[in-house]
């Protein structure tokens, strides 16, 4: 059974129910209070006929009728006496030889009775009379049920017409209601089902309903994922056609070499050399893959400790002056005393690969300078460079894994570069709960600024969980 009929055969049978236990209530309460009405006319009936009462001198009840009580039409009434059977009956009755009301087993007060005479239903009040503590008689004051039978199929009419067009008007409404949401549920997944057949994730499910509501929030969360599984799917293939695209240039130097070997017959050392930089430049390279799988992932542990970060720009600046030799000069700018939380190792290849790189691109008599300091309650590294800056073009993709703009890659025949130092950083730096920025325009030089949160001693450093 499908959801639309489940909701509606659910909402109707409640709407049902409820009306129905109303129109119970209802009932029952009209038809009590119009027996009430009936009852309370016989008590006052039977009341002034009582008051209007003699005895005869042959010790016989005399029965008058007060002249302000007139009986109304539907009512009757019967006088038994114990002597001389029945001796009074009102007009319309006057053939019926019988009582309104079966007159054994009465009780000594007076009782109301619902009884049938001929076709008509009566309510009966026997009120018993006695001289002293002698039952001389019986009176009886009848009264037609038929105007509250007549009331009680009229309003049964209504209750049942009503409880049934309310059905019909639920069942309706939330039949209409549910296929109107439904419709959209069952778009979306014949567009999911296209989008899986045709593996085809750029598509979007479209909704024209108010976006706010609950299946215009399955949607858009549902839109979500794709857009996100689409990322994800586009980088696993970006990344295995870099990894191929990399991994080919050093294997066909390799193969070539071997072949230029095999023909000479002899071990060359120009060929042995170039195939052992080429296998290192693979070794680093899967390293560094391997790396940032890792730290991407969040499996590469974090050693947390205190981490002195000017101690650290120094070790840097120590080490990397090395590398620039006399091409680009290496200047420490303002240094503060600077305490972070995180993996010291981890946080000094970041900083190596910034400066690194700014060394890697700033041409001869250029200038990398390292400053370190404070901004609120965060660590604040920056590198800058006089290089060639970064095109504005590049700027939002070079934290992607295999990034290189342009020039970098015909730049970079040394094959030192990737394209994953400034993911890898990236990354470690997300996991320290900091984040990187890069400022740089073409021509311009390139500023890469590091944040991470301030430590204030050793109790802020949480060992990894
Ligand atoms: P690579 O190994 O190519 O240096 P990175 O991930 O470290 O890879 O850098 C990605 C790209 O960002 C580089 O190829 C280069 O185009 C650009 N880049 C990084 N640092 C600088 C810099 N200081 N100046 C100019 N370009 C830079």
């Given at each position: ?16 129910g ?5 129109g ?25 006929l ?55 087993r ?54 049942v ?40 994730l ?73 195939i ?6 693979l ?64 946080l000094?290849?970041v ?33 800058s ?81």
């Amino acid at each position: 059974m499908s959801l639309r009929v489940r909701l509606t055969l659910l909402y109707t049978s409640l709407v049902g129910g409820i009306l129905l236990l109303f129109g119970i209530v209802i009932y029952q309460l009209v038809s009590i209070n119009l027996i009430d009405q009936i009852d309370e006319l016989l008590a006052r009936t039977a009341s002034s006929l009582v008051e209007g009462m003699r005895l005869n001198t042959v010790g016989e009840l005399d029965m008058e009728l007060a002249p302000d009580l007139e009986l109304a039409t539907n009512v009757y009434v019967q006088l038994w006496e114990r002597s001389a059977g029945l001796s009074f009956a009102s007009a319309g009755i006057s053939h019926l030889d019988e009582p309104l009301a079966p007159l054994d087993r009465l009780p000594a007060e007076p009782v109301y009775r619902t009884t049938t005479v001929g076709e008509t239903n009566l309510r009966v009040l026997s009120v018993p009379l006695s001289l002293g503590n002698r039952p001389i008689g019986t009176l009886q004051v009848g009264a037609s049920l038929a105007i509250v039978e007549a009331t009680q199929k009229t309003l049964l009419t209504v209750l049942v017409t009503g409880t049934l067009v309310s059905m019909g008007l639920a069942a309706l409404a939330v039949s209409l209601t549910t296929y109107q949401a439904l419709a959209s549920l069952e778009r979306a997944t014949n567009v999911a089902l296209q989008i899986t057949r045709a593996d085809d994730l750029s598509r979007r499910i479209p909704y024209q309903g108010p976006a706010e509501d609950e299946i215009g929030q399955l949607i858009q969360a549902f839109n979500q994922t794709l857009s996100r599984l689409e990322n994800l799917f586009n980088t696993q293939r970006r990344f295995v056609a870099d990894v191929g695209h990399e991994l080919r240039t050093p294997l066909t130097v390799i193969k070539g070499n071997i072949n230029l070997l095999r023909r000479m017959g002899c071990a060359d050392e120009e060929s042995l050399g170039s195939i052992e930089s080429e296998v290192d430049r693979l070794t680093r390279m899967i390293g560094d893959v391997l790396l940032l799988a890792r730290v991407e992932s969040g499996k590469l542990p974090i050693d947390n400790q205190l981490v002195e970060m000017d101690t650290l720009v120094l070790e840097v600046l120590g080490q990397t002056r090395v590398l620039a030799q006399d091409r680009v000069q290496m200047r420490l700018g303002d240094i503060d005393q600077v305490l972070v939380c995180g993996d010291r190792d981890q946080l000094k290849q970041v900083i190596l690969n910034l400066v690194e790189n700014a060394i890697k691109y700033t041409p001869v008599g250029g200038e990398v300078v390292v400053d370190l300091g404070k901004m609120d309650d965060q660590a604040r590294i920056t590198v800058s460079d006089t290089g060639p800056g970064i095109p504005p073009e590049d700027l939002p993709h070079i934290f992607e894994r295999f990034y290189r703009a342009e020039k970098s890659r015909t730049r970079t025949t040394d094959g030192k570069g990737f394209g994953l130092g400034l993911s890898i950083a990236y990354w470690i730096i997300r996991q320290h709960g900091g984040r990187i920025d890069v400022d740089s325009s073409k021509d311009q030089g390139a500023t890469f600024c590091v944040w991470l949160p301030l430590a204030e001693g050793e109790g802020d450093c949480q060992p990894e969980a």
